[in-house]
């Protein structure tokens, strides 16, 4: 089941085609990888899918429903959940608060029933954000301001704050900026965890040691056009990728 369709989509910037006929799809379950050089195109389509800028052309549909024109507390509703490049959490609220504002949003029930056995004891919204702290190591740091977390402490409660809006997409937008080798791989079995909990994710990141091993299929743009699609193995292969990164 096709959980995101991007087709044809273009978006210009004054002279700047930054996304030029993009087509693009997430299956449901899938990790899908977008990836390509500085200034491809990367976080456009990303904030395009948010409904952040408008598209110039093209169709972008999530299941069955047509974003074009809908807001962006619409796309939310309807399932997409995001992170930041730069994080953009409430610095002055607490870890629980940042939460708990996240999972007012929507309701609680239906994710609550999603992670089963985290759930059984009971569904109020309260005991649900306390589930996803301890889900990403943060309860400890629960009544913590969240300016005060260290870098892969906010990148952590920026992934549960998501999930709190019971999702059907998440995009992560460089999740692994500034994280070390060991950060890495944690947020590596996080986002597995997310996809086993039937989450369908579009990841955009520059670190290739996260992408190359987390991803299902990999799309390769290049000044915001797609010139590769393929799975991992095959990406790190392929001609037109290398010269993309490399040069000729």
């Known amino acids: 089941m096709t959980v995101l369709s991007?087709?044809?989509?273009?978006?210009?910037?004054?002279?700047?085609?930054?996304?030029?006929?993009?087509?693009?799809?997430?299956?449901?379950?899938?990790?899908?990888?977008?990836?390509?050089?500085?200034?491809?195109?990367?976080?456009?389509?990303i904030n395009l899918i948010c409904g952040v800028f408008p598209m110039d052309k093209g169709s972008i549909k999530l299941f069955d429903n047509d974003?074009?024109?809908?807001?962006?507390?619409?796309?939310?509703?309807?399932?997409?959940a995001r992170t930041y490049q730069n994080i953009r959490l409430f610095g002055g609220l607490t870890v629980w608060q940042n939460v708990w504002i996240a999972t007012r949003q929507n309701g609680i029930g239906s994710f609550a029933k999603k992670l089963g056995a985290l759930f059984l004891r009971s569904q109020k919204s309260v005991e649900a954000v306390d589930e996803l702290l301890d889900l990403f190591?943060?309860?400890?740091?629960?009544?913590?301001?969240?300016?005060?977390?260290?870098?892969?402490?906010?990148?952590?409660?920026?992934l549960a704050r998501a999930l709190a809006s019971e999702p059907k997409l998440l995009l992560l937008d460089e999740p692994a900026a500034g994280m070390n080798s060991e950060e890495v791989q944690e947020l590596r079995d996080r986002i597995f965890k997310v996809r086993d909990?039937?989450?369908?994710?579009?990841?955009?990141?520059?670190?290739?040691?996260?992408?190359?091993?987390?991803?299902?299929?990999?799309?390769?743009?290049?000044?915001?056009?797609?010139?590769?699609?393929?799975?991992?193995?095959?990406?790190?292969?392929?001609?037109?990728?290398?010269?993309?990164y490399f040069g000729s």
Do not use: W
């Open 197 to 244: 909990l039937g989450i369908s994710v579009l990841l955009v990141e520059h670190v290739m040691e996260l992408v190359m091993n987390v991803t299902d299929r990999i799309n390769v743009l290049n000044f915001g056009k797609k010139i590769a699609e393929g799975k991992p193995n095959a990406i790190q292969g392929n001609a037109l990728v290398q010269e993309a």
């Open 137 to 158: 190591a943060l309860q400890n740091k629960a009544n913590i301001a969240a300016e005060n977390l260290s870098f892969g402490e906010q990148r952590r409660l920026e």
């Open 67 to 80: 974003l074009k024109g809908l807001a962006r507390y619409e796309r939310s509703h309807l399932g997409i």
């Open 6 to 45: 991007i087709k044809n989509v273009s978006k210009r910037f004054g002279g700047v085609l930054a996304v030029d006929d993009l087509d693009l799809t997430v299956d449901k379950g899938e990790i899908v990888g977008l990836i390509g050089p500085n200034g491809s195109g990367k976080s456009t389509t």
